[in-house]
Every structure is written in structure tokens, then in C-alpha cells.
């Protein structure tokens, strides 16, 4: 009984640890930082005994914490079992591309040919491609009836207008632009950076015309495109739709996997405005009356950050990107990355500091 | 003996991206460094390219700014071994260094042990009895992707490159900045005006069509997007005895008429009705007793009882209805709305003076 008891506390103590490492701020600076281990130790990572021990672990953690009831009803829940399975297929696939460019990288260095070189994947339409296409929708048709039958969609009351159930979540695909309207004001969050992720994605192949990886899997030839394109879809992305699932409760706080959603649970989130920071905490004077002497100081920090950061990468980082993009081409990336660079960089000031706006011109709707 | 067309002078002009496409293509002529690309001293003699006339000409089409230029002339070429002397005719022999014979090539050393692997690859690829096409594919990928066939910047030893480009420098590069010059002295002084006019005047032919067109069918396109019929609930909603309100606690929210879309509110010296739409994106929050505060559910957005913002992402206060009394009864028309950053609150109707 006593040992029970031990062992029982000792769990709470470890379930108390991950739920603050679950805090958005830890949970952010972790998942990069796992990132970039990921991406610097790629070769040895993607071993399959390496990548097999940590699956393994993490399907244990999984596992053990089905113990926990909190933990249970979250990701149980009918609408977040396949978000589940998509964190599973995320790992897997990086996995799957980063081993094969391990391989790649490693044949290049003895001067061995890819392991594209030898293959023909060329597939007869008749017979080949009509039966793979065949048994998928067999498979796909029956595991859609089966999935129907075990976790039925959720029938809820009628909808009203004017009642809003809490949590309100968007579908799961949606949630990180959800996350992002917490930080910026809605035609910036609901409107630009969305547009901006489109259009950057569709100008990504006149902004990079390197031809280095075309048709082979590789990293050493592509860091930084590679890195860059994974910082924004797993961390801005993907963790984004894990805050989203499996964070955040009701009131729209965030919880940790084993607390209870409790809709009373207190939380002091009293905002701060940059105008404050700068007038009132920095100079110690009275706001000034005219909103945009009132504003001056965040302009000139939001438009420094677009103005003088391309310049400095140009110097520093970005020189020999620089060379071989021309000056178009290089700030239209530059600019494309400050502005991926935002979201991070606005969360933490939140978190930190309760920010509510860099910019805050209520007047004309233009809020930072 | 055949005569065949053959390069006998390559250099680049101006404007090179430093993108390695041509170092790939044809590593004994071309080298990529940190932000240049030059061709290799060997490579001024007419006798070293001519045998490598093919991969030449395909590093100036594989080129994405078409900056590799060079002359050919007609010469004779054996025809007992065309292998021999023409190797471009088989591009993955004339891709793999190690076919073309006794090259003065600085990272020869450090490329021999690479050659029978290149070798092989390129046997085991040619011996394959798949499409030609699809060979030919597969073969420039291999070769692209990293075959010993491609010297990277940083297999060369930076010293004996900086020696060689310090005694002779390329001509390449000479001959690109003379070619430059001589463009921009015989560029007729009037040709940029005369565009610059051109493009004035479409541009004001366009945003004349333009005005015209909004002009004449904006107003009735307009129109049209209204509907003919609107059919809405009676704005004016009838909520009691003002003495109800009267007897709420100072900071008290009546939720009686939420469904409505109205909370009324009790400060000390008057009554007002707030609106329940959330003004971050219009989701309904919930009254917290408690916490004495509204929170929305859908991004976490709160608000004093009052209707003030103070946490979460909502850019304002909640608004307010307008509010009168009609014979004892509280009326509140939702057609006209108070919004606090305009200053509305103190305006007349936007409360009930206790």
C-alpha cells in the first residue's frame, strides 16, 4: 500500500513536470530545439535502431499516459484521434526523407552513385497502376466504414447564434491560423499572413532556382532551404495544431495534458500595450494625445525590423545568398522570412510580457 | 574524316549567379568559387575544349542566366575513333572526367579514387537495356547529384587557384568588362525616354478604360448585390420595468435577454445594454461571475463587466445598444450601436441615467 502510494506520487510528480514543460513558452522552445538536433544530428538520428528506440519511447510515454483520465478524454476525444495519428505519420515521414537524404549524402562523399541513379519506377497504367489504385480504395472504403462504426462523429444541440460552446475549436486543420489570431489583430492573422503563406509558398520556385536536389533526396546540399521549409511547417505549423488539440481548454487557456479542464480555473493574462512600455515605463511621461506621435516608437521598431534585418543578413549570413540572388529576388525571401519570423517572435512577447500590440492604431483598425 | 562544328574559345560574361549548374555540367572547363565562376586556365587553349565541345555547350543551356557564351569553327575529326576524338557524342563518358585523356587538371590526385566508381556507375547505367530517354535521365542525375565527375568549391586548394588567378588573370573576365563598357557607350541616349513615354501613355489609357468601366456599370453591379427584400427581426426589443435594472448591484450583468444578443449592466450611475458579440471575430463569450469578467471561448479574448478589453487578442470594447425608457420599460434598439474608442459611451441614448 505504501509503495503503491509511493510509486502513485512519484507518477503525479512526473506528471506534474511534463504539464509546466506543456506551457506554451517550453513546449515552443522545446520542439525547436529538438529541431534543430534533429537537423544538425540528422545522420545519426535517422539510424533505424536510433529513430526505432526513440518511436518506441515515445509509444511507451503514450501508453503510460493513457493512465492518466485527463489525458485519456483529450486525445480519445472522436475529433483528435486522427490528429493523433497525423503526429505519428509527421515523425514517420520526416524520417523517411531525412534517412534516404542520410544515405544520399553519405554516397555522395565516397563519390558512389544516388540512390535514385539505378531505379526505374516507370508503372504500366494496365495492369500496374489500375490495381494499386483498385486495392487502395478497397483498403481506404474500408476503413472509413470501420472508423464510422468505432468513433461515430459527435452530434451536438442545434446550433445557435448566440451561444458559442467552450472551447470553440476550428477544424484541426485550421487551428494554427486559430493560434495565430490569439497574437495579432484579425485582418493581419486572419487575412495577410495566411495570403502571404500562400503566395510564398507559390513564389518558393522563382525565388529558388538552385537545382541541387531535384529528383534525389538530400540535405547536405540544401540546409538551409530545408531547415528554413521545416521551421515553418513543424513549429509553426504542426505545433501550432498540437496547442490547438490538445492545450487548449476552455476560455481558450492552455492546460497541460493531465490537468483538468476547468472552465473556473483563474488565469491573469492583464494585457500591455507597447505605447505604455515606451511613454509611461521608459520615459515615465503622459501618452501623447495624437495616436501616431502616440505610436511613433512601435512604426519605427516594426518597420526597423523589415528595413535594417535584410540589410544586416545581407552582411553577415546571407552574403553568398545574396550574390546568387540578386537583389530582387533576395528581399523578396528576405521578406517573406521576416514575416514567418513574426509569429514566434509576437508569441514570446505575449507570454513574456502579456504584449497586446507593438502598433496599436484602434483608430484607423491597424494593429500590430 | 568528318567535318563537325567545335568550341575553340568559351568565357563568361557578366551577370553569373554562382548557381554550380555549369560546374556540373562541365567540370574541366568551368570552376564555381565562393562568388565568381571563372574557367580554368587550361581551358584558354582552343586544343583542350575542342574535345569537349558537347558538355560545353550543354553548361551554356543548362545556364539559367545564359551567361556562357563561345565560338566555334569547323574542323575535321577522325572518323576510325569518334569516341576518341569526339566524346561529347557520348554524354557520360564526356561527363566523367575520367574519359578525357591526360587532362592538366589541378584536383586530378584528389579525384582518382573516385574514378572507378564513376567508371562503373556510368557502365552499369549504359549497359542498362531501359529506355534511352529514360537512361539519358537517370544518367544526368546521377551525374548531378554528386558523381565523382563534379568539383565542388570546396575540394579546391584555394592557394593554388589564388596563384593561378594572380599570375594570368582570366581573360574571361577582362574581355566581360570591355564587352560592358563598349554596350554602354554606343546606347542611344533617347531609347529610355521614348519607353518611358510609351509606358505613360498606356498606362493612362488603361486607367481611363478603367474609370469608364467603373464608372458606368460599378453603380449598377452595386445594386445588385442588395437584396430586393430584407426581412429582419424588429430591432426594438422590449426588456421590462426600468425598476428591475434599477435594483441590480452596482458591476451586476443581467443575462436574461443573452438570447436577444444583449446583457445589461449596472454601473453606478447608470444602466446601459451591451452587445454580446465579441469584436476580435465576432464569437459569443461567456459571463464569468467569479472572475467578474467576459471571456470569449474561441481565442480567449476578455472584458471588464463594463464591456473594456484587457486580455486576449480583441482590438476593443464590446459595443453598446442604444438604450430608452417608453413608459416605464426598458426599450433597446439594436439598430444603433456605441462603440467606446469613438468616444459614443457619454452620447446621449447610449444609457439610462439611474
Redesign the interface.
Known sequence: MVNYLAATSALDDVKHVINVLCEPHWFLIISVVALAVFLLKYRTVTKPAVAGTIGALCTLAFLVSCLDSNFVKIVTKADNVPIVMMMVLVGFLLWLAFRQAALNDERMERGEPLREAGADDKVLVWPDLVYIELIALVLCTAALVVWAIVLPAPLEQPADPNVAPNPAKAPWYFLGLQEMLVYFDPWLAGVVLPGLIIVGLIAIPYIDKNPRGNGYYTFKERPFAISTFLFGFVILWVVLIIFGTFLRGPNWNFFGPYEFWDPHRPAALLNTEFHDLFWQGLLDRRLPEHFLIRELPGIVLVVGYFVVCPVLLKATFFRRMYLQMGFIRYNVMAFLLLMMMLMPIKMALRWMFNLHYVVGITEWFLNV | MATKEVVTRVWIEEGC?????CE?ACPEVFQVT??SCIIRPAAMAAEFNKPLTGSIRDAAEEC?VDVIKFETMMAEVSDEAPTAADPPAEPASAKVPAAVPAKPKPAAAAKK??KP??KS?AA??TD?E??PA?AAL?RA??T?????GILRSGDIDSDEWRRTAAAQLPPDARQAKLVEAAKKASKDPDAGRRTVAGGAALAVGWVAFGTGLGVSIGPAFGRFMMPNVLEEPDPRIRIGPKKRYLEMAVGEVNEDY????IWMIRLDDRIAALN?ICT??G????W?P??KKY??????S?YTFDGI?????T??PLERFKILEEGGIVVVDKSKKYQH?LGQWDQKDSFLPV
Open positions: 549567379i554562382v548557381c554550380d549548374a556540373a565562393e562568388d539559367p579514387a573516385d566508381a564513376a556507375a552499369a547505367l542498362d531501359t529506355d529514360i537517370l542525375a546521377a548531378r547529384g554528386g558523381n565523382a443573452k438570447p436577444q444578443g454580446i476580435h471575430l464569437c459569443i463569450p461567456n464569468l467569479n472572475d471571456k470569449c471561448p474561441c481565442h480567449g476578455g478589453n484587457f486580455e486576449g487578442p482590438p476593443r474608442e
